[in-house]
């Protein structure tokens, strides 16, 4: 197709404004699938994806649409992953395109997560078409909806459409609109082909699926590509679109979008945003190039220990479809060996657990999540720390500094108190407050990540009644007086509960877990001492006082056999418990504080 | 180690027979049958044939089930058969009687023919209580029961009693110690209530019948220990007091119950009756539980022996370290190093250690015991010496 006819695009909104129901409902208007085919959220094809509303991995699919000028376009849907963590993977589909469409609920309005897309969309400058969606809902508020994106988005409201996708109202006029108001795709000049790999995904018999955009030249199966920033030539096998399902075509041309196979065994052998170009007379690199840095890390420990093998195989089945997830293995004295991973962020972290629970049927858990720590040591050497355990010595370090995220808080104004106090608890600022409508502000504040960690998100659910909202992009490192608090058992180090957390909350941190930790320690036959301690200063205590007693039954000749075997399966039983300053700790104490701290 | 060629000084004889089974006992025991029980006269006396020739009884020990139980005939045939075997002359042979069937003749043709010991299960002297356990006496059949047995001439007698029953109030546990106190017998069995499986005391606990109150229990056990020896008795095992003619103590009182102290310091003993567990030179076994069975096996000629088991040296020594720290007197290290071939302190070093920084036992250079504290925690002590 040439490339004057040749529109790309993605669409942006936050969860549940009708971002998945529009994609089916474009594939369907272009005959791009019947409706008998369609199932509902065809894009997503995760189950944990329908379930929460939000995509993750979502194929670029090819439309061909006959417009009212009389030509046929060929439309090209590059789905984004919903959320920020995935801010990367976002800015990085965003840039395949030349436009998106900004789907805005009716009812709703303007939440967290379409200000925090739209700001990622205006960086890449893609045109972007706003779409008023659910009009037909009896308390849908357009004139609200219109305001909130001049006001918030600073986008001319009259630009609008106004859709439902769920009734099929106003699909033509946004088609219309991709074609007429979105720019087609230019050559940018080069000598060769220059193609961005945006995304990948693991096929059994293919190997890594490549989804490309080319920006320059063609792309052939039988070429022979170098990945720029892989440093690597592949043979290209195939090459194809979607129409969603995979098409294999002759070549792609200037502005087309789809995919390349080249028998690379590895998805960690690609990189996320390479440029693919031609090894013999190779283009310049594409802009906007970043490795893939975790931003979360936490441990994950099989529950049974023999699952560890099995642990492992299948955090590599989860790699080979998300590149952005890394782990390596680790051992803690409390819960054996696991493995250290690290997430783009938090949504990232719950989604490779829940994966690992559901899909892979694993029993596991997680150690309390880290972010990334710059620590700046006295003599002029910068570390990165994401484990406690790899904390120096308080008196080597200079500072510290913590990675800090520029959060953006949607609210009914009645909660707007509640909603400063939580933000300051989180040792945040709010920056500056807008009002969207009548009924709600938005805060915008810089909070530091490893406060948004646990139960931030929820906090605001609860604080609002389920009416705010959230979302956030990462901000620049700051410093902070951060400490590591040790948890020790009868004067021992419990390696699963030591924490690196802000000093002020230390203290409160360290109190909690040692209460904790006492509910779940077992009595034993002398007193254990829990303590939490920052460098050698305790600041929490709790005892477990120890059993008054354990025997005053009679024992003789004939019970010894009996009492003996008993015996020997309790001290079975402990052998198999780990043990800190000789208390005996079965493996569920641990596990029972990590839940619910 | 026991010499291979010495006979056996120890023997056990178990009486499977009661007016009624108690609601906390899992020893096995069946309500008594005149026929069965005869038969049972017979195959044990066939059992004691088999065993004869390798004991020389220096304690005795009848148990059961009710041993009272048996007829004044039956006794008659059972104490002739070891006169003819040579089994009598121990210098102690304790009988456990129940209060309800101790009889003044009885009593003397025990006492005529050696049996110097008794041991009566009270277990308490609250009627209420003694419902709820569902012992068949009542408070005045022990008084009575007491005097018969000291006129018929018995010096050394055992009183058992309980706590941490149920309904039991710390009240009641006082009063019953009060009164124990009074009979002034030589030796006191005390322990807690244990919940064993299949009994029915277990069944109502597990329905939610009652709870168990762990506080009053070690309270009721503090409580136990300073009365009884306000009341001249000494502790030499955990559920274990008796007198002591002088203040000095040598390794144990000594009114303490010899046939016991060999069961905890590892000794040898046979053991027959149904469902008797025995320990021969390292081998531990076990009589068939059930009565007919066992009864078939010995007309038969055979030994009535359902399981064998003998542990590796080590383990052996193990469980005998384990099971001796129960005595205030623990271990004579030299005792221990002749009993099983192992020296305690190469062996058991850290376990050692751990006990004596924790302030719970004491090593001097011939002893090694657990202290009053220890004594408190002498499963946890049982277990670590135990090697597996």
């Known amino acids: 197709m040439q490339a004057s006819h040749i529109r790309n695009f993605s669409i942006i909104a936050h969860i549940d404004h009708g971002k998945t129901t529009l994609s089916d409902r474009l594939l369907h208007s272009t005959g791009t699938i019947a409706t008998r085919d369609m199932e509902e959220q065809l894009l997503d094809s995760m189950d944990l994806e329908r379930e929460r509303g939000i995509t993750i991995k979502a194929h670029p699919v090819t439309m061909l649409y006959k417009a009212k000028n009389g030509e046929t376009y060929e439309l090209n849907l590059i789905d984004t992953p919903g959320h920020v963590d995935f801010s990367y993977e976002v800015s990085r589909s965003l840039s395949a395109c030349e436009g998106a469409l900004l789907i805005i609920d009716a009812a709703q309005g303007v939440e967290a997560q379409t200000v925090a897309n739209v700001h990622l969309a205006m960086k890449q400058n893609l045109l972007v078409i706003p779409v008023i969606n659910k009009i037909d809902l009896p308390h849908a508020d357009i004139a609200q909806a219109k305001m909130q994106l001049e006001d918030i988005l600073a986008i001319p409201a009259d630009l609008a459409i106004l859709a439902s996708a769920k009734q099929g109202i106003g699909i033509e006029d946004i088609l219309e609109a991709i074609v007429e108001r979105i720019p087609a795709p230019k050559p940018t000049g080069q000598p060769s082909l220059q193609a961005l790999g945006f995304d990948s995904y693991f096929d059994t018999y293919k190997g890594v699926v490549t989804h490309v955009r080319v920006f320059n030249g063609e792309l052939k199966a039988g070429m022979t590509v170098k990945l720029l920033h892989s440093g690597k030539s592949v043979e290209v096998k195939e090459v194809g679109s979607f129409n969603p399902k995979p098409y294999v075509r002759d070549k792609l041309e200037v502005g087309e979008t789809g995919y390349m196979t080249a028998n690379i065994k590895s998805p960690k052998d690609v990189k996320m945003g390479d440029t693919i170009t031609d090894s013999r007379n190779p283009s310049a690199v594409l802009p906007g190039f970043k490795e893939i840095h975790p931003m979360v890390f936490s441990g994950i420990y099989p529950i049974n220990t023999s699952d560890y093998e099995h642990l492992k195989a299948n955090l590599g089945k989860l790699q080979l479809n998300d590149s952005a997830f890394v782990f390596q293995s680790e051992s803690s004295v409390a819960l054996g060996f696991g493995f250290r991973c690290g997430f783009l962020g938090l949504l990232h972290l719950e989604i490779v657990q829940e994966r690992l629970r559901r899909e892979y049927n694993m029993d596991i858990i997680a150690t309390y999540p880290s972010v990334v720590y710059k620590i700046f040591m006295t003599d002029g050497t910068e570390k990165e720390v994401d484990n406690p355990a790899f904390m120096p010595e308080a008196n080597y370090i200079e500072r510290i500094e913590e990675p800090m995220v520029k959060a953006f808080v949607i609210c009914p104004n009645e909660y707007i108190g509640d909603m400063m106090a939580l933000i300051s608890e989180k040792r945040g600022n709010v920056d500056h407050t807008e009002t969207l409508d009548t009924r709600r502000v938005m805060l915008t504040s810089l909070i530091p990540l490893n406060e948004i960690l646990i139960d931030f998100h929820d906090r605001i659910k609860s604080i609002t009644r389920g009416f705010g909202s959230m979302d956030y992009e990462h901000a620049d490192y700051r410093e902070a007086q951060m400490v590591k608090l040790d948890m020790l058992v009868n004067g021992e180090s419990v390696d699963a509960f030591s924490c690196i957390v802000h000093r002020d909350k230390a203290e409160s941190r360290g109190r909690a877990l040692a209460a904790k930790l006492k509910e779940v320690i077992p009595p034993q036959q002398y007193q254990v001492a829990i303590q939490g301690a920052i460098g050698g200063k305790f600041i929490a205590r709790e005892t477990v006082s120890a059993l008054r007693k354990d025997v005053t039954a009679k024992c003789y000749g004939g019970d010894i056999s009996r009492k003996r075997k008993l015996l020997e399966k309790q001290k079975e039983g402990k052998k198999r418990m780990k043990s800190f300053g000789s208390v005996n700790i079965p493996q569920e104490a641990f596990i029972e504080v990590l839940k619910t701290s | ?388």
């Open chain 2, 1 to 388: 180690m026991s010499d291979r060629s010495e006979p056996i000084t120890s023997l056990y004889v178990h009486v499977p027979f009661c007016a009624h089974k108690c609601e906390y006992c899992a020893f096995y025991s069946e309500a008594s049958n005149g026929e069965m029980i005869n038969r049972y006269v017979h195959a044990l006396i066939r059992e004691m044939e088999l065993v004869a020739h390798d004991l020389k009884p220096r304690t005795v020990f009848f148990g059961g089930g009710t041993p009272s139980i048996l007829t004044l005939r039956q006794w008659e045939e059972i104490l002739k058969t070891m006169e003819r075997l040579n089994l009598l002359g121990a210098e102690e042979w304790t009988v456990e009687c129940n209060p309800a069937t101790v009889s003044a003749d009885k009593a003397r043709l025990l006492r005529s023919f050696g049996v110097n010991r008794i041991s009566m299960g009270v277990q308490s002297l609250d009627e209420n209580l003694l419902d709820r356990l569902g012992r068949i006496h009542s408070r005045e059949m022990v008084f009575k029961s007491f005097d018969i047995l000291r006129a018929a001439g018995f010096d050394n007698i055992n009183l058992d009693f309980m706590f941490a029953i149920p309904g039991q109030t710390m009240d009641i546990w006082r009063n019953t110690l009060r009164e124990a106190m009074a009979f002034g017998s030589e030796h006191l069995s005390c322990y807690e209530v244990i919940y064993e499986d299949d009994t029915p005391l277990y069944a109502q606990l597990k329905a939610g019948k009652f709870s168990v109150d762990e506080e009053l229990a070690c309270a009721m056990y503090d409580e136990l220990l300073t009365t009884v020896e306000q009341g001249g008795y000494h502790q030499y095992e955990i559920a274990n007091f008796a007198k002591n003619a002088s203040a000095a103590i040598n390794d144990f009182p000594d009114r303490a119950c010899k046939h016991n102290v060999n069961y905890w310091r590892g000794g040898s003993f046979y053991a027959l009756g149904p469902s008797a567990a025995g320990y021969v030179r390292g081998v531990r076994t076990k009589n068939w539980s059930n009565t007919q069975m066992y009864c078939e096996q010995l007309e038969r000629g055979l030994r009535a022996i359902e399981s064998k088991e003998e542990l590796a040296p080590l383990a052996r020594a193990g469980e005998i370290a384990a099971f001796g720290l129960r005595m205030n007197s623990g271990w004579p290290l030299a005792e221990f190093k002749h009993r099983t071939g192992f020296d305690l302190q190469d062996h058991w070093q850290p376990e050692i250690r751990q006990m004596l920084n924790l302030g719970y036992a004491q090593l001097s250079q011939e002893n090694f015991h657990l202290t009053r504290q220890g004594l408190r925690y002498a499963d946890w002590a049982a277990e670590l010496f135990l090697k597996i």
